[in-house]
């Protein structure tokens, strides 16, 4: 009876609208949580996705470079070649001519010296005119052999100019190549 009694008191105390117990409601508090971890999920994939870009970029970034070094490496190269080739053919021209002064001297050594036969044979015959006569020869062939000499120090000066400009060209398109 205390019972029925207390709980009449009870009722009859508290409002009505508060008459049963309160009632949460429990889809707004799961759903809040919810929506927390949708949130929490969002920004953790698009700070993967982020990521994930920068790292993308990143490679890109480093397989240029990478390509960008190797095509330095490669023109470089490429002058090197270009201007060992270009040495190499001055180097073969230079020898060319060398080599055709050498047998030039050795022609005329052995001109020389069937001359100085002739020679010996005509000066027991007439000394004096034979000595006029070879006095002109020396001066003419002296002379000829410098026209010769200034002649073929031009040609090789003309190819060596002709190589460094060649050599000069390609490394200036290397070097073009490089800026681009």
Known sequence: MFRSTASQLLRSSVPSRMVGTPRVVSSSLHSSALAQQSITDKVRHTLGDLNKKIGEAAASGI???QEATHKVEEKGHQASEATKHGLD????????????????????GESVS?????????????????A???????????????????DK???VKQSTRETASS??????????????
């Open 153 to 155: 120090a031009q040609d």
């Open 167 to 180: 050599a000069e060209a390609k490394a200036k398109d290397v070097a073009d190549d490089y800026k681009h």
């Open 89 to 108: 053919a001055l180097n073969k021209k230079t020898g060319k001519a060398a080599a055709a002064g050498i047998d030039k001297a050795q022609h005329i």
């Open 114 to 130: 069937d001359e100085a036969q002739d020679l010996k044979h005509d000066l027991r015959s007439d000394p004096k005119g034979k």
């Open 63 to 65: 397989d240029k470079a």
């Open 132 to 150: 006029q006569e070879l006095k002109n020869e020396a001066k003419d062939k002296v002379q000829n052999l410098k026209n010769e000499a200034r």
